[in-house]
C-alpha cells in the first residue's frame, strides 16, 4: 500500500485522519498516486492539480525520502521506499502568505 | 416564530449567526472551513436550508460546499469517497472550465491586462453564488477571472454560461484592483430569464435570455479613469442592488458615483447627491421601503476607509440624492476599516434589518432601518460577505 500524507487542510476536505492508503499498481509515480488519490477522494480533485491540465498547483510541493520531488516529472517512478509502502509520498502546502 | 440568519464569509472562514425576530440576541457558529478564504455564502430562495458556499485557497484553489441543513453540516457536493474497485469518481463541483467549444463558445481565449497586454482567461475563485429563485437544486455563480457558470444539480457540476465573455467586449475587459471578477448577480423575480451582471473592471451586463446573450449597460455611467469616460466597457461596477417589487429599478455602486436606473439598466442617472464621498463598495435596498437605499460612502479609491475615522452608513428614503449619515451605535472616531461589495444585507422583516461586515472583522447589525446599529461580533477574521436570511 502507497501511503500518502496530505496537507491539514486537504485532510479535512477528503474527511480523512492521518496518512492515506491507497493500493496503486506499478508503476508508482506521482500521477499514478495522485490518479488513485482524487479517485478515491474526489473532493481532492482540482486541490492538488489543475482539473484540465493536470499539472500541480503553484504552492503544491511534493516531497519524499528527504527529497523535493516537486519538479521532477509525473511520470518519474517514485523512491522504492514509497512504492514498498515504508515511506510516505508528501503532499505539502507551500509556507507562504498569512 | 420569525428569526434571522446571517452568513458570514471570512478571510478565515465561515460564520453562521442566528437570531430570533427581535435580532437583539445572536448565536455565533463557526468557524466552518477554518482558515479557508470564504468569499461567499449564500442561501436557496426555495429553500433556505439549502445554502452553497464558495471556499477558495491560494494554495488548494476553488472549492464549492454545500449544506442541506441551515448551515449546520457542509459537504462538497459530488465529491463524497467513491468506494469499491473501479468506482468512478464523480466529484466536479470545483471544476471551472471556460467554454471554448466550437458549438457554443465562443473563439475567445484573451482579455486586457493591467499592461495593455492580451492575457488568456485563467479561472481563479468564485465570487458569489447567487441561488436560482425557484429551484434549490439550480445556483449561478460569479468568478474571476471574469465569467458566469450555472448548476443545476446541487453544485455538483458547472457549465459556463459564454455569451457572456463571447458578445463582443470580452478581449476589452482588464482587471481591477482587486482581480477581474464578476461579483455580482441579479435574477428578475418577475423575470427569471432577466439577468444582471457586474464585473469589476468590465461594467455590468444584461441577459434577457436566461444567460445565452448579453448587452452592456452602462449608458449614463461616466468614469474618469477611462480614456473615453463614457465607453460601453470598462467602468469598475461596485456592486448593484434592486428591490424584488420593482425589478426594473437598479441601483449602482460605483467605483465613484452612486447611480440610479428606472428602465433594468438601458439608462442611468447619478443620484450621489448630498454624499460627503460617492466612492464605496456596497449598496443595498430596504426590504419593505423600495425607494430607501443604503450606501456606506468610502474616503477615496486610495484611502479605503470612512472619511475622518467615521463610519457611517448613509440612507436615502428618496431613490437617491438625498442622504442623512446613520451613525447611531456605529465607531465616530479613529475608525478605518473598509466594507466589501458582497458584505452588506438586509432582512425582510418589519421594521427591516440592516447588515454589514467590516474588513477589522465588525458584524453590525440595525434591526429598525438603520436607525441604530450594534455590534454582534467585533473580532472575526476581515469580512468579505454578509447575507441575511429571514426565517419565518
Redesign the interface.
Same mark, same amino acid.
Given at each position: 500500500m502507497i501511503r500518502v500524507e496530505l496537507p491539514p487542510h486537504l485532510r479535512t476536505l477528503a474527511k480523512v485522519r492521518g496518512e492515506v492508503q491507497l493500493d496503486v499498481p506499478p508503476p508508482v509515480t506521482p500521477r499514478s498516486v495522485l490518479d488513485a488519490l482524487e479517485a478515491r477522494y474526489p473532493a481532492l480533485r482540482g486541490t492538488i492539480r489543475d482539473h484540465v491540465t493536470r499539472e500541480r498547483r503553484a504552492f503544491i510541493r511534493f516531497f519524499a525520502c528527504s527529497q523535493d520531488l516537486s519538479h521532477d516529472s509525473p511520470d518519474t517512478p517514485l523512491p522504492a521506499p514509497v512504492a514498498q509502502g515504508t515511506e510516505p509520498f508528501i503532499v505539502l502546502g507551500a509556507i507562504a502568505g498569512g | 416564530m420569525s428569526g434571522v440568519r446571517l452568513l458570514v464569509g471570512t478571510r478565515k472562514g465561515a460564520f453562521v449567526l442566528t437570531s430570533d425576530g427581535k435580532r437583539k440576541n445572536w448565536e455565533v457558529a463557526g468557524p466552518h472551513f477554518a *482558515?479557508?478564504e470564504i468569499y461567499h455564502l449564500k442561501g436557496s430562495p426555495a429553500d433556505p436550508n439549502r445554502i452553497y458556499a464558495s471556499q477558495t485557497? *491560494?494554495?488548494?484553489?476553488?472549492?464549492i460546499q454545500r449544506s442541506d441543513d441551515g448551515g449546520k453540516t457542509w459537504d462538497?457536493p459530488?465529491?463524497?469517497?467513491?468506494t469499491g474497485p473501479g *468506482?468512478?469518481?464523480? *466529484?466536479?463541483?470545483?471544476?471551472?472550465?471556460y467554454d471554448d467549444s466550437p458549438e457554443t463558445g465562443k473563439p475567445l481565449t484573451t482579455h486586457q491586462f493591467y499592461d495593455g497586454t492580451q492575457k488568456p482567461w485563467v479561472f481563479k475563485r468564485v465570487w458569489h453564488l447567487e441561488p436560482s429563485l425557484d429551484d434549490p437544486d439550480a445556483v449561478y455563480a460569479g468568478v474571476e477571472d471574469a465569467a458566469l457558470f450555472r448548476s443545476t444539480d446541487g453544485g455538483k457540476s458547472w457549465k459556463e454560461l459564454p455569451g457572456l465573455r463571447g458578445h463582443g467586449t470580452g478581449p476589452n475587459w482588464q482587471p481591477g484592483a482587486g482581480g477581474m471578477c464578476l461579483h455580482t448577480v441579479l435574477i428578475d423575480p418577475k423575470n427569471p430569464r432577466r439577468l444582471f451582471t457586474a464585473i469589476s473592471a468590465a461594467g455590468a451586463f444584461r441577459s434577457d435570455d436566461g444567460g445565452a446573450s448579453w448587452k452592456p449597460i452602462t449608458k449614463g455611467l461616466n468614469s474618469p479613469f477611462l480614456p473615453d469616460p463614457t465607453a460601453e466597457v470598462g467602468h469598475c461596477v461596485h456592486r448593484i442592488a434592486a428591490h424584488p417589487s420593482r425589478p426594473d429599478t437598479l441601483y449602482m455602486q460605483k467605483h465613484w458615483d452612486v447611480l440610479r436606473s428606472d428602465d433594468a439598466g438601458d439608462n442611468w442617472k447619478e443620484v450621489s447627491g448630498n454624499l460627503p464621498t460617492d466612492f464605496g463598495f456596497v449598496i443595498d435596498v430596504n426590504a419593505n421601503e423600495p425607494e430607501t437605499v443604503y450606501v456606506v460612502p468610502i474616503k477615496s479609491d486610495s484611502e479605503h476607509f470612512p472619511l475622518d475615522g467615521k463610519l457611517r452608513v448613509y440612507r436615502s428614503r428618496a431613490g437617491g440624492n438625498e442622504w442623512e449619515a446613520l451613525t447611531n451605535g456605529l465607531p465616530q472616531r479613529d475608525c478605518y476599516v473598509n466594507i466589501l461589495r458582497d458584505a452588506m444585507s438586509v432582512d425582510s422583516l418589519d421594521r427591516c434589518g440592516v447588515y454589514f461586515g467590516t474588513t477589522g472583522g465588525q458584524v453590525y447589525a440595525s434591526a429598525d432601518d438603520g436607525d441604530t446599529w450594534a455590534p454582534i461580533v467585533r473580532d472575526l477574521p476581515p469580512v468579505l460577505s454578509v447575507e441575511a436570511q429571514t426565517l419565518r
Amino acid at each position: 500500500m502507497i501511503r500518502v500524507e496530505l496537507p491539514p487542510h486537504l485532510r479535512t476536505l477528503a474527511k480523512v485522519r492521518g496518512e492515506v492508503q491507497l493500493d496503486v499498481p506499478p508503476p508508482v509515480t506521482p500521477r499514478s498516486v495522485l490518479d488513485a488519490l482524487e479517485a478515491r477522494y474526489p473532493a481532492l480533485r482540482g486541490t492538488i492539480r489543475d482539473h484540465v491540465t493536470r499539472e500541480r498547483r503553484a504552492f503544491i510541493r511534493f516531497f519524499a525520502c528527504s527529497q523535493d520531488l516537486s519538479h521532477d516529472s509525473p511520470d518519474t517512478p517514485l523512491p522504492a521506499p514509497v512504492a514498498q509502502g515504508t515511506e510516505p509520498f508528501i503532499v505539502l502546502g507551500a509556507i507562504a502568505g498569512g | 416564530m420569525s428569526g434571522v440568519r446571517l452568513l458570514v464569509g471570512t478571510r478565515k472562514g465561515a460564520f453562521v449567526l442566528t437570531s430570533d425576530g427581535k435580532r437583539k440576541n445572536w448565536e455565533v457558529a463557526g468557524p466552518h472551513f477554518a *482558515g479557508w478564504e470564504i468569499y461567499h455564502l449564500k442561501g436557496s430562495p426555495a429553500d433556505p436550508n439549502r445554502i452553497y458556499a464558495s471556499q477558495t485557497s *491560494g494554495w488548494f484553489g476553488q472549492v464549492i460546499q454545500r449544506s442541506d441543513d441551515g448551515g449546520k453540516t457542509w459537504d462538497a457536493p459530488g465529491g463524497g469517497v467513491t468506494t469499491g474497485p473501479g *468506482g468512478m469518481p464523480t *466529484g466536479e463541483s470545483n471544476k471551472f472550465v471556460y467554454d471554448d467549444s466550437p458549438e457554443t463558445g465562443k473563439p475567445l481565449t484573451t482579455h486586457q491586462f493591467y499592461d495593455g497586454t492580451q492575457k488568456p482567461w485563467v479561472f481563479k475563485r468564485v465570487w458569489h453564488l447567487e441561488p436560482s429563485l425557484d429551484d434549490p437544486d439550480a445556483v449561478y455563480a460569479g468568478v474571476e477571472d471574469a465569467a458566469l457558470f450555472r448548476s443545476t444539480d446541487g453544485g455538483k457540476s458547472w457549465k459556463e454560461l459564454p455569451g457572456l465573455r463571447g458578445h463582443g467586449t470580452g478581449p476589452n475587459w482588464q482587471p481591477g484592483a482587486g482581480g477581474m471578477c464578476l461579483h455580482t448577480v441579479l435574477i428578475d423575480p418577475k423575470n427569471p430569464r432577466r439577468l444582471f451582471t457586474a464585473i469589476s473592471a468590465a461594467g455590468a451586463f444584461r441577459s434577457d435570455d436566461g444567460g445565452a446573450s448579453w448587452k452592456p449597460i452602462t449608458k449614463g455611467l461616466n468614469s474618469p479613469f477611462l480614456p473615453d469616460p463614457t465607453a460601453e466597457v470598462g467602468h469598475c461596477v461596485h456592486r448593484i442592488a434592486a428591490h424584488p417589487s420593482r425589478p426594473d429599478t437598479l441601483y449602482m455602486q460605483k467605483h465613484w458615483d452612486v447611480l440610479r436606473s428606472d428602465d433594468a439598466g438601458d439608462n442611468w442617472k447619478e443620484v450621489s447627491g448630498n454624499l460627503p464621498t460617492d466612492f464605496g463598495f456596497v449598496i443595498d435596498v430596504n426590504a419593505n421601503e423600495p425607494e430607501t437605499v443604503y450606501v456606506v460612502p468610502i474616503k477615496s479609491d486610495s484611502e479605503h476607509f470612512p472619511l475622518d475615522g467615521k463610519l457611517r452608513v448613509y440612507r436615502s428614503r428618496a431613490g437617491g440624492n438625498e442622504w442623512e449619515a446613520l451613525t447611531n451605535g456605529l465607531p465616530q472616531r479613529d475608525c478605518y476599516v473598509n466594507i466589501l461589495r458582497d458584505a452588506m444585507s438586509v432582512d425582510s422583516l418589519d421594521r427591516c434589518g440592516v447588515y454589514f461586515g467590516t474588513t477589522g472583522g465588525q458584524v453590525y447589525a440595525s434591526a429598525d432601518d438603520g436607525d441604530t446599529w450594534a455590534p454582534i461580533v467585533r473580532d472575526l477574521p476581515p469580512v468579505l460577505s454578509v447575507e441575511a436570511q429571514t426565517l419565518r
